[in-house]
């Protein structure tokens, strides 16, 4: 474990787990607006990339992701995309957050689970 990441993986927010699982789903692709896309659709409605890169930049602080420069791209101009990937403690919080939400899900009134 390095220093920067926790030794309590579970305190995450829901928007965390969302975007600690897009990042997760993209592997070693995962960057800024295909989060922002991932959440969206997983959340139904749009999300700002401010919210996105905010919370990224959190995540990165607290030693759940880490990230790296891509190579120059003309279609930037120029500028590098920066991409993400979790760390073993970012697994952990995945991990930990999905089995209680899905724990959760089954005490739950089927009527309120519903669409």
């Known amino acids: 474990m390095t220093p920067r990441e926790e030794t309590v993986p579970s305190r995450i927010g829901v928007f965390e787990l969302l975007v600690l699982m897009a990042v997760s789903a993209h592997r070693d692709q995962a960057y800024g607006v295909a989060i922002r896309r991932a959440v969206a659709a997983g959340r139904g409605t749009d999300v700002s990339s401010g ?32 991409y993400y990937c979790l760390t073993p403690s970012g697994e952990s919080a995945v991990r930990t957050n999905v089995s209680a939400v899905t724990l959760m899900a089954g005490r739950t009134p089927a009527k309120l689970l519903r669409s």
């Open 51 to 82: 919210a996105v890169y905010t919370t990224l930049e959190r995540l990165e602080t607290r030693g759940f992701v880490i990230s790296r420069r891509g190579d120059p791209s003309e279609v930037r101009g120029g500028r590098p995309r920066r």
